[in-house]
């Protein structure tokens, strides 16, 4: 491995820590080199507070090494000023001469603007060390700016003959049917505290009582979408309680009150189309789509989405509702103890 890419892969290992807490802020790590040995790292925690490159610079005690130092950040530096300084003044400010960049900042704000401030500032700067890898790392950050909507993951589980659920008359409506077992259960609350928001169709909601939140994983609860045609979830089920935000997706009005939104749109016409403009408009850069077989075969059908996530159970129902058909390329396989958890790219896209 060369030199480069052994910091950067060090960049992309801290970035990974802010999953789940930096939106609408990218994914960012940051080390400094001096002499070869690292002397500084940090990565952005949360919107708001201090980036990447101002945790690593502040981890160093003596300050007068980062005149002979290199930064490593995963993502340009930025070079405007938001909620924080730039990072590209920062960086001026402590005399760092060397900087070595992952990704190009896909923010119109940034876009370019940083590198071209550290070059004309003298630094010399070199990009696109493991591009492809920290890339993928922002691949919500990079898809709400280029697409101009969030990333986009189905997820569901099935059994070992294709179903998803059970007919809807054999149902016991007062216990739940679990298809895998309780650590794919704890894997999907964590995948839950990991993106911003979570959207199920009517019948999803009104035959499980999904309460759609992170309760078995530490962190924030995503915002819940619900489509609800002609509002007739009763407001007593789980999607209605204060624990989280929760969209309805209807036809009937707009509305705003607390905790709960009313989104209009036109049922008549492309249904998840119009779904993601509302999510790009309120600045959600991911969404778990869970359900049910409808909703989740109208984002495949209209190809408007990133990834597939299919969780298999180890059990058979012999009849009841079959899992959505799509095409997409496999890139990971894993156990879960006795469920197995596949996951699919859209290679159409």
């Known amino acids: 491995m060369k030199i480069h890419e052994k910091y950067m892969l060090r960049c992309i290992q801290l970035a990974k820590n802010g999953l789940g807490t930096t939106y609408p802020n990218p994914l960012v790590g940051s080390v400094i080199v001096h002499n070869d040995i690292i002397i500084g790292e940090g990565w952005h925690y949360k919107a708001g507070q201090p980036h990447a490159e101002v945790n690593a610079i502040k981890s160093i005690e003596n300050k007068q090494l980062l005149k002979e130092a290199i930064i490593y950040v995963s993502l340009e530096p930025c070079s405007h000023f938001g909620k924080t300084p730039p990072c590209a003044d920062l960086i001026i400010e402590k005399g760092i001469k060397k900087v070595i960049i992952g990704s190009l900042d896909p923010n119109p704000k940034v876009a370019g603007r940083g590198i071209k401030k550290l070059m004309e500032a003298g630094c010399q700067v070199i990009v696109g060390v493991l591009e ?45 049917v679990w298809i895998t077992n309780e650590f794919s259960r704890q894997l999907v609350h964590k995948m839950r505290a990991e993106e911003q928001a979570i959207l199920v169709g009517t019948n999803t909601v009104l035959q499980d009582n999904p309460s759609l939140t992170a309760r078995e994983w530490a962190g924030e609860n995503p915002v819940r979408i619900v489509i609800d045609r002609d509002i007739k979830i009763p407001q007593d089920l789980s999607v209605f309680d204060t624990s989280s935000k929760t969209i309805i997706i209807n036809e009937n009005e707009n509305n705003t009150s607390e905790n709960l939104d009313l989104e209009k749109i036109d049922f008549s016409k492309d249904i998840p189309q119009q779904i993601c403009e509302i999510l790009f408009r309120r600045n959600i850069q991911s969404v778990i789509i869970e359900g049910g077989a409808k ?51 859209n290679s159409s896209i």
């Open 132 to 176: 492809n890898e920290c890339d993928g790392l922002n691949k919500r950050f990079f898809t709400f700016h280029h697409k101009k909507r969030p990333y986009i993951f189905l997820k569901w589980a099935q059994t070992i003959d294709g179903f998803i659920a059970p007919k809807t008359e054999t149902r016991n409506e007062t216990k739940p």
């Open 295 to 345: 909703t989740l075969q109208s984002f495949i059908d209209a190809n408007l989405w990133d990834e597939t996530l299919v969780f298999n159970g180890g059990i058979s129902f012999g009849e009841g509702i079959k899992a959505p058909t799509f095409k997409g390329m496999l890139i990971s396989d894993k156990n879960i103890k006795n469920d197995s958890l596949r996951i699919f790219k």
